[in-house]
């Protein structure tokens, strides 16, 4: 079968490696020129989280190993308050972590993994102009037309394979910017070589209605992203109006990033928009649409890479039981598209946790909680967190099983408290006598 993947991000270049697994001819137009032979310059992009998802994902084919081996564990929160005042928030009650892994390098890595089949081949700057599911015809802006048997658009929040879909089908599309923007910083290694932080958190400074947060690499160096509503970036013009913000804001990162380079990159480095995107269904015909051409999502969850890479594992489990290609493409569609819709609500909602929430105290009593009850009967609660992160549960059996926990230990909460009142007013009564003496003898 001869088999043509639109795009050459981390989702296409993965899914180059299942499809040519499976014997197909394996074609992969990227419309960038070839990253492994490109200078590294300031881009928009997020440091990565990889989590089990991910990596059992990766690991079906074979290419797990040297990511997690390079991957930085990240086992808790450290929120740094405005008084430079740290506190842990850790991931999981029994030690568990996310890796901080380096979004180009792990990109350049799994193009050549997917070169070294003999059925693959890369193109690079091959830009979709167009695309026909009926036909199997896809024609580049560079002139270049090809014809396959099955499409694949991994081509991104985007998507020009989702376009081409959407002109021959029925399918239900939204899109929705947050009010946020993006920068990404830099707090480079330390003068004698290492880390300026502790290097095993992802730290973050929550300031209610926006953020910065810092992952670790292996350089030494964190990378650092301010997500703030974009007026408030507008509001940035000079210098000194930078410096004041983050002295006010975020005091103890200015020595860390160095005032020099924080005025510098600043003003150089890209503010970038944030994106949500929801289609069903993800399947028409002989073409899918994997990653974020099908459900892109804000970074809060740190989950837009993982479940792209969970899109490969999943669709290949549906090759494997169905012959015919079009009902394997259907029922995928149909199988994952409330789970992609579900983590796109998740990781919004974890904005606001990130943000906000991680300060409050309500909030921590609350994850204590969840963790004592994940502890006590671990096969019957767990933490929202863990089930995104730490399972394999699908994301819409994620939100329901969320919703049942979050009422019983609101009933819970709700019933202990009722107690303790009774308790104290029975005991108020039983001792009407003596605390009236009391209460006598003091006025």
Not at 361 to 372: A, G, M, P, S, T
């Amino acid at each position: 079968m001869k088999v043509a993947i639109c795009g050459g991000g981390l989702v296409g270049a993965l899914e180059a490696c299942y499809l040519a697994k499976r014997g197909y001819e394996v074609h992969l137009f990227e419309a960038r020129p070839d990253p492994r032979k490109q200078d590294r310059v300031v881009i928009n992009s997020i440091n990565l989280a990889l989590s089990p998802r991910g990596i059992t994902a990766l690991e079906k084919v074979g290419v797990a190993a040297p990511v997690v081996k390079d991957g930085i564990p990240m086992r808790a929160r450290m929120i740094h308050s405005h008084s430079g005042q740290l506190s842990q928030i850790p991931y999981s009650k029994d030690g568990k972590a996310i890796l901080s892994v380096d979004r180009r390098g792990l990109n350049e890595y799994l193009l050549s993994e997917a070169e070294k089949y003999q059925n693959v081949t890369l193109y690079f700057e091959h830009k979709l102009k167009s695309s026909d599911p009926n036909t199997g015809t896809l024609v580049f802006h560079n002139g270049n037309t090809y014809q396959v048997d099955f499409i694949v658009g991994a081509d991104g929040a985007h998507s020009q394979t989702r376009r081409s879909v959407m002109r021959h089908s029925r399918v239900n599309y939204s899109q929705y910017y947050i009010p946020h923007g993006y920068k990404e910083l830099c707090i480079p290694p330390a003068e004698a070589g290492g880390f300026r932080m502790a290097q095993n958190f992802l730290h973050i400074w929550p300031r209610n209605t926006f953020m910065m947060i810092a992952l670790p690499n292996l350089d030494g160096s964190f990378t650092v992203t301010l997500f703030m509503p974009f007026e408030r970036f507008e509001e940035l013009t000079n210098p000194t109006q930078v410096l004041e913000f983050f002295e006010r804001e975020f005091p103890d990162s200015i020595d860390l990033i160095g005032r020099e380079r924080l005025e510098k990159d600043f003003f150089t480095n890209p503010t970038a928009p944030l994106i949500t995107v929801k289609c069903s269904p993800l399947a028409y015909k002989h073409t899918v649409l994997l990653g974020d051409a099908a459900h892109a999502i804000v970074p809060f969850y740190g989950q837009g890479m993982n479940s792209g890479f969970e899109d490969c594992e999943v669709l290949d489990t549906f090759l494997d039981k169905y012959s015919d290609l079009e009902e394997a493409l259907e029922q995928y569609s149909k199988t994952r598209s409330a789970d992609v819709q579900a983590i796109a609500d998740l990781a919004l909602y974890n904005y606001v946790e990130m943000r906000d929430l991680v300060t409050s105290r309500w909030f921590l009593f609350r994850k204590k909680v969840d963790n004592i009850l994940h502890a006590m009967m671990p096969s019957v609660f767990m933490p929202l967190y863990d089930m995104v992160t730490f399972s394999h549960i699908p994301y819409a059996t994620v939100i329901e099983k969320n919703k049942r926990q979050r009422k019983a230990v609101d009933v819970g909460l709700a019933l202990t408290a009722v107690a303790a009142v009774g308790a104290g007013t029975f005991a108020a009564i039983r001792h009407a006598d003596t605390l009236s003496s009391l209460v006598s003898k003091w006025f």
